[in-house]
Structure formats: structure tokens, C-alpha cells
């Protein structure tokens, strides 16, 4: 009852029009993002551990694995947009199967940390990925996040990302992407109280002024 009551909130906020405003109201934000590779305990290491690339060895097979970032600006309007983070690519010798976590085989393989840098905030997610045994890898924990956007006088003063969950395969190039909307502070608030922004994102908020 309550994950339908909080699920029902944030698409209020995210596509209902607002009562005061129902203008279109749009944004520039300039968004950089970045991301690193850590190994897991339990899990097979790999080469470049703390870099956006990776090579995981599989017996006698190989795969490597490289996040870009982005650094951009985009218009973000109030009502909501899919917009680009950034991009996987991986590339793996024929046969190449991902590795299994030693402890479980359901388990996750490795960790990403993802670093999103906006206008007054910034902070990074960690996610993992997993399980290996296949040519695919899935991606487990939250993946939405939210920035303050320049705005005065700002009658949408947050912007939440709902990022698409990526599946990682063999030998391909996988784009991350995300649903992007402006939603006014008290809905910024509220959604945070539900847990809805994920409680793993670290926010540093800094003053206009540099403060």
C-alpha cells in the first residue's frame, strides 16, 4: 500500500501540470557525469580497478569494459524528457562468459560508482553488477538522483533523474540513459522523505553564491 501511494506521488509530481502554471517552462543544465570500477570481495578482480575501464579475465577468454561520461548542456522542461548519462562499451573475446562471484553465484561481480556533477550539486551512486555465468550482466540498486537547477526566481527548484536500469552484454554498446523532469521543492522534499531518490546518493548542496 505504501510503495503504490509513493509510486502514484512521484508521477504526480513528474507529468501533473501545475494549477498556477500550466505553461511550458523550460531549463538549460549542464550535466557532467563520470564513473569508476571497484572489484567486490568475494568476486574475481580485475585489471584497472578505479578507472572508467576494466578488463575481466573468464578462464581463458577476456572482456573489457569502458564507461564515457558525459559533459553537456540540455533544456529540461516540466514535463519529462529522456536524456543521456553517458555510455557502456564492451568488448570480449569469442566465447567470453562473465565470472561468477565465489561466495554466490547470484550475486553481483563488481561495483560502478557513478558521479553526476550539476549546477550547485554533486555525488555518486555506487551500483553493482551481476551475476555472471552468462554473456550479459544486470544492474542492482537505485539509479534515480537529482540536481538543483539554476532557476530565479525558481518555481521548479529540483531535477530528478529516473535512470533506465542497463543490461550489460558481450561485445556491445549500451547507452544510460534517464527520464528527466523539473518538480517543485515541496515535491523535491516529499520525494525524498519516501526514499524514492535513493538513500545511497550523497548531495552536496552549495550556496549561489559559492557559499
Known amino acids: 500500500m505504501k510503495a503504490s501511494v509513493a509510486a502514484?506521488?512521484?508521477?504526480?509530481?513528474?507529468?501533473?501540470?501545475?494549477?498556477?502554471?500550466?505553461d511550458s517552462f523550460?531549463?538549460?543544465?549542464?550535466?557532467?557525469?563520470?564513473?569508476?570500477?571497484?572489484?567486490?570481495?568475494?568476486?574475481?578482480?580485475?585489471?584497472?580497478?578505479?578507472?572508467?575501464?576494466?578488463?575481466?579475465?573468464?578462464?581463458?577468454?577476456s572482456a573489457s569494459i569502458t564507461f564515457t561520461g558525459i559533459n553537456q548542456t540540455f533544456a529540461v522542461t516540466n514535463t519529462v524528457?529522456?536524456?543521456?548519462?553517458?555510455?557502456?562499451?564492451?568488448t570480449a573475446t569469442p566465447g567470453f562468459t562473465f565470472p561468477v562471484n565465489f561466495a554466490n553465484p547470484d550475486l553481483a561481480i563488481f561495483q560502478f560508482q557513478f558521479t553526476a556533477s550539476g549546477l550547485y550539486d554533486s555525488g555518486d551512486l555506487r551500483w553493482t553488477f551481476g551475476p555472471g555465468g552468462t554473456t550479459t550482466l544486470q544492474q542492482f540498486g537505485?539509479?534515480?538522483?537529482?540536481?538543483?537547477?539554476?532557476?530565479?526566481?525558481?518555481?521548479?527548484?529540483?531535477?530528478?533523474?529516473?535512470?533506465?536500469?542497463?543490461?550489460?552484454?558481450a561485445n556491445n554498446t549500451v547507452s544510460l540513459t534517464a527520464d528527466a523532469s523539473l518538480v517543485p521543492e515541496p515535491g523535491t522534499l516529499l520525494l525524498i522523505g519516501t526514499g524514492?531518490?535513493?538513500?545511497?546518493?550523497?548531495?552536496r548542496r552549495f550556496g549561489r553564491h559559492g557559499r
Open 81 to 90: 524528457s529522456q536524456v543521456t548519462l553517458g555510455q557502456f562499451a564492451i
Open 26 to 61: 523550460s531549463v538549460p543544465v549542464t550535466l557532467s557525469t563520470s564513473g569508476v570500477f571497484f572489484c567486490l570481495s568475494f568476486a574475481p578482480c580485475f585489471t584497472g580497478e578505479g578507472t572508467n575501464q576494466i578488463t575481466i579475465s573468464s578462464g581463458a577468454e
Open 196 to 203: 524514492l531518490f535513493g538513500g545511497t546518493f550523497a548531495r
Open 142 to 169: 537505485s539509479w534515480d538522483f537529482s540536481v538543483t537547477p539554476d532557476v530565479d526566481p525558481a518555481p521548479y527548484t529540483g531535477l530528478v533523474f529516473a535512470a533506465h536500469q542497463p543490461l550489460l552484454e
Open 8 to 22: 502514484a506521488v512521484l508521477v504526480a509530481f513528474l507529468i501533473a501540470p501545475r494549477a498556477a502554471d500550466a
